[in-house]
Structures are given as structure tokens and as C-alpha cells.
């Protein structure tokens, strides 16, 4: 075969059937069919002795009956939806963007290795694309700026690297939610051409090497319900504009280095249900949240916050998680804490809290922990702390407190941890700590128990 060009002998089987291949094509003037296409991916994915996902995939039924396969009216592939199948491999961007009709690609929560492929930049007509929670390690994106119509990406979590293409959202003007956080991206700002894409309602940044300020212009992406920038290396203080994102439901902060105070405006997101500022520095009270009635996780531990709680925490209904420890929060707590709110764990350990302890901390039977040590409470444990069957762990040891353990007490049948250590605490251990069975540490020591033992047991 003299007209053979040599490169041909040395990889004969596939470049020969490459070739088998595009003969076909050319006399028929057509693109690689529909099928053809989703036979070649399952061959490529189809590695894993756990997955189900293609045992519906035979040439015996019809393409359009697979599992994860969805078809328009002319019988033409438009939905891949396959996360969360086990799958392992390397997806064949080349040939599933041959796909003429596909808007969803889906593959997210599974094992995929290896790159993205460029040839993604081919899958024009995507509206949705999922290749998050997946094993990419070492690979980074492709530039995306093709993909004009997309409006779901998620990317998060799926072991990428060096420098994200961010340029890619200029024209992205349909995008409503962008997921990509927990990849090890190279540093970069926080990337400015998202904030043109005012469809925009969900944005995951966190623990992506996120740096420097939150740009001011957030303020004009009125559509967010969700704003998550935590792990990341920000600065700066938290911009007044973010008032402006009324629709909020989660805003996620933790884990930076915000400093300044709590932005006047925080008041007029009403609709607030998840505040994380934690493990930041920042400073002044929480007046702007005296209205946030909404709230039911707020996290501010670790910061430089002072002042009094306002009382109206006290009446917020749907408070879940309160944790508010390591601060410089000083004045009572309000005392109607737990009156209304199903809590699973309030902690406000290490500030300069006074005053006695909210005695209806218990009284919708859920609160799990309670972790009240290392600040100057006074007075005694509250008597309906008896009614506390489902604490888990309850410290208030590092305190003021006095008078005896009310009957009961230390009897809690769930407790795992309790500890009154470094109080005024008075009178008998009772025998009701019997009923203790799930007891792993006790610490009663440095108080005033009147069988003047030293009380610390590991159990
Ligand atoms: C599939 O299972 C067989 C035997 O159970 C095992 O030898 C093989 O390594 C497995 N293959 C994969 C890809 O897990
Ligand atoms: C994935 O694997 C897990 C455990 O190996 C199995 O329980 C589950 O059914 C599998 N899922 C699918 C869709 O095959
Ligand atoms: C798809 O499957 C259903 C039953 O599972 C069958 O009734 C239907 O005819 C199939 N459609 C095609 C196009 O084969
Ligand atoms: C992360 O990606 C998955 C899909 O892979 C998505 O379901 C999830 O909502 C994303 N997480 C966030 C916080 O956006
Ligand atoms: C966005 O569109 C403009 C105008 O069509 C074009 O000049 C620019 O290159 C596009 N940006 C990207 C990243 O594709
Ligand atoms: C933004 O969303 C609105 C309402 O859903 C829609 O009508 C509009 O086309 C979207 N804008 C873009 C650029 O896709
Ligand atoms: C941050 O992302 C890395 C991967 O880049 C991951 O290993 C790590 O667990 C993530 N950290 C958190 C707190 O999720
Ligand atoms: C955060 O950024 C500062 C300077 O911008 C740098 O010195 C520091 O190492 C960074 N920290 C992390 C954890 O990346
Ligand atoms: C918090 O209190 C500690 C101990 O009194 C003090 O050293 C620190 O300066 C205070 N920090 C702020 C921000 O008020
Ligand atoms: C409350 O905190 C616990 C962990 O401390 C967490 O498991 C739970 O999901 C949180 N609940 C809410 C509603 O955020
Ligand atoms: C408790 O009060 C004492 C004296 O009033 C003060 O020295 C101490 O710093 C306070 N401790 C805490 C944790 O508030
Ligand atoms: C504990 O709860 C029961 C039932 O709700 C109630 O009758 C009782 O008064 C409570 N005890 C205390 C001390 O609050």
C-alpha cells in the first residue's frame, strides 16, 4: 500500500476504523448518530462493578428509553442526567458534544477522572452542565467562554487546579447558579465579570483561594438567594451594598479575615435564614440583627464582637444553632432563650456574659448541647433543666454560679458530658446519677459540694 502514509502502520486498529468511520460519515452526510455517540460513552464509563447505570443501555431498546437519557420530539438527545452512578473513567467530551441537541450534561457525584476536555467548548447549546463532586485531581477547567447559554454549572468539589478561566462568564449573561467551590484553584480576586450576570442567584466560592475584598458591586446581584465565599483568604470589611441582596437566604462568610463591623443594611435581609460571619475579625454588636427573625442557624464564634445580645434573639422562632463563643459579648442573655425555638446547640462559652442562665433553654425537648463555660453566669441551674432529657453534652463550668444541683440533674439519661467544674456550686451529689447511663465525663471539681470530695470521673 505505497499511497499509505506511515503514521497509519503504527497505530493501525483505531486510526483505521477513525478512518472506517469518517468514510461512513462523508457518504452519508451526516454527523455520528444519537446512538453511536452514547454507545462510545457508556464503553468509556463503563468500568465500575457497582453501577446499574447502563443496564438499560442495549441496542435492543430504544435510545431514548435509557436510563438518564432524555429526548426532544424529533428523537434527538437533550438530557444526560447520570450523577451520582458510580461511575469511573474519562468522560469522551469529543464525542458527547457531537450530541447536536444536548442543553444538560450531569455527572455530578461520581468517580470521573482524568481532564475536562477542550472539545466541551463544542457543547454550544448547554443550559446545564454538573461535573461536580468528582475526581479531576490535577486537571484544571477549560475555558467555557462558548458556552453562552448556560445556566447551571456546577464544578464544585471536583478536585481542579491552576488557574480558573473566569473570563469564560463575560457573555454567560443566563447564569443562575455557580458552583465552585472546594477546588485548589490558583489565588485570585474575587472574579468581576460575574457581577455583570444579574440572573445570578446562587454563588459557591468557598474554600476556592478566593482573595483580597467583596467587591462593592455585589450590591446590583438582586436575584441572590445564596452567597457562600467561606475558606477563602478574603480581607476587608463586609461592603453596606450587601444590604441591597434582599432575597438572601444564606449568606456565608466564616473562615476569612473580614474585619470592621456588621454592615448597617444587614437589617433589611428579612429573609435571612443562615448567617455564618465565624472565624473572622470582626467587631461591634449585633444591633443589625436585633430584626432577623428568620434566622435559624446563626454562627458568629470566633470574632471580636461586644455589647449586649439583644433580647429579641430570645423570641426568634426558628433559632437552631446559636454559637456565639470567643467573643467579648458581655450583659445577660436573654432570658426567653428556648421559650419558643427548637435548639439544637447554643454555645456561648469564652465571652463575659453575667446574670443567670435562661431557664427555658429546655423547653421544646431538642437541644443537644449547651456550652455555657468560661464566662461570669450567676445564680443557680435553673430547676426545669430537669425536664433536659436530650442534652448530649451541657458545660458550664468557668462560671459563678451557686446553690445545688437541682434534683434531677444529674440523672439526665443522655448526657455524655457534664461538667460544673470552677463554680460556687453547693450540696450532695444525689443518687440520682444512677440513671446517668450514658455518662462519659463528669467534672464537678472546685466547687462547694458538701461531701468535700474533689469530683472529676472519666467513666
Ligand atoms: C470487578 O470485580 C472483580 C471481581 O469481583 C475484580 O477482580 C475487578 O478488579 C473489579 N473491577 C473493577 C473495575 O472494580
Ligand atoms: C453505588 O455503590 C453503592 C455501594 O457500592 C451502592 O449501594 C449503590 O447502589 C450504587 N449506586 C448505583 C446507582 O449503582
Ligand atoms: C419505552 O419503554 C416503555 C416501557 O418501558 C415502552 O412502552 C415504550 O414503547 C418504549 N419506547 C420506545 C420508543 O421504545
Ligand atoms: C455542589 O455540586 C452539586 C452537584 O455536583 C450540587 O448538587 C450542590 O448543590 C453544589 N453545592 C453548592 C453549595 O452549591
Ligand atoms: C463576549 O462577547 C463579546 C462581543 O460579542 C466578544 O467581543 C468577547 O470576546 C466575548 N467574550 C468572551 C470571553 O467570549
Ligand atoms: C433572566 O431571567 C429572566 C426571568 O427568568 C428571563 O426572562 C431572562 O431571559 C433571563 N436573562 C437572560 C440573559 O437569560
Ligand atoms: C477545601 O478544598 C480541598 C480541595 O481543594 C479539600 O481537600 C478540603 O477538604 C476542603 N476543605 C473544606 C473545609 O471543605
Ligand atoms: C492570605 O493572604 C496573605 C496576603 O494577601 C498571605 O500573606 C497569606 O499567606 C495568605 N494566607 C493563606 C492561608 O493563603
Ligand atoms: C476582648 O477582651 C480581651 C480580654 O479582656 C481584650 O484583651 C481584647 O482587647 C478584647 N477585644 C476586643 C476587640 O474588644
Ligand atoms: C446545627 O449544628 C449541627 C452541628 O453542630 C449540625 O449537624 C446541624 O445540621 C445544624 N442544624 C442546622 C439547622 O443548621
Ligand atoms: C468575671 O468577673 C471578674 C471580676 O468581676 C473579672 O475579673 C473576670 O475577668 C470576669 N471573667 C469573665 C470570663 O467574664
Ligand atoms: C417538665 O416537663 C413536664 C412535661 O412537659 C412538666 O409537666 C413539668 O412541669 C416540667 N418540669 C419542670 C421542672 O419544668
Known sequence: MPFCPPYAMSRPPLYFFYLLFCFFSLISGIQPADLQILMKLKSALQTSNCTSAFKSWESSNSMCNFTGITCNSDGSVTEIELSRQNLTGVLPLDSICQLQSLEKLSFGFNNLHGPIMDDLNTCVK???????????????????????QLQYLYLNRSGLSGSFPWKSFQNMTGLVRLSLGHNLFNPSPFPNDVLQLTNLTWIHLSNCSIQGTIPAEIGNLKEFINLELSCNNMTGEIPVEIGNLVNLWQLDLSNNSFTGKLPVGLRNLSKLERLDV????????????????????????????????????????????????????????PQNLGSWAKFEKISVSYNFFTGPIPPDIC?????????????????????????????????????????????????????????????????????????????????????????????????
Open 126 to 148: 448547554l443550559l446545564y452542565l454538573d461535573l461536580g463532586n468528582n475526581l479531576f485531581l490535577g486537571w484544571s477547567a477549560p475555558d467555557i467562554s462558548s458556552l453562552s
Open 278 to 333: 465565624s472565624m473572622n475579625s470582626i467587631e461591634g454588636d449585633l444591633s443589625e440583627l436585633r430584626l432577623l427573625s428568620n434566622l435559624v442557624s446563626l454562627e458568629l464564634f470566633q470574632n471580636k464582637f461586644s455589647g449586649q445580645l439583644p433580647t429579641e434573639f430570645g423570641e426568634f422562632k426558628k433559632l437552631v444553632n446559636l454559637t456565639l463563643n470567643k467573643n467579648n459579648f458581655t450583659g445577660p442573655l
Open 363 to 459: 423547653k421544646q425537648g431538642t437541644i443537644k448541647g449547651l456550652f455555657m463555660h468560661h464566662n461570669n453566669l450567676t445564680d443557680e441551674i435553673p430547676a426545669n433543666f430537669v425536664n433536659c432529657t436530650t442534652l448530649l453534652e451541657f458545660r458550664i463550668n468557668d462560671n459563678l454560679l451557686s446553690g445545688t444541683v437541682p434534683a434531677g440533674i444529674w440523672g439526665l439519661p443522655n448526657l455524655l458530658i457534664f461538667d460544673i467544674s470552677f463554680n460556687s456550686i453547693e450540696g450532695p451529689i444525689t443518687s440520682d446519677i444512677k440513671h446517668a447511663k450514658s455518662l462519659v465525663a463528669l467534672r464537678a471539681e472546685n466547687n462547694r459540694l458538701s461531701d468535700r470530695r474533689r469530683v472529676r470521673a472519666e467513666v
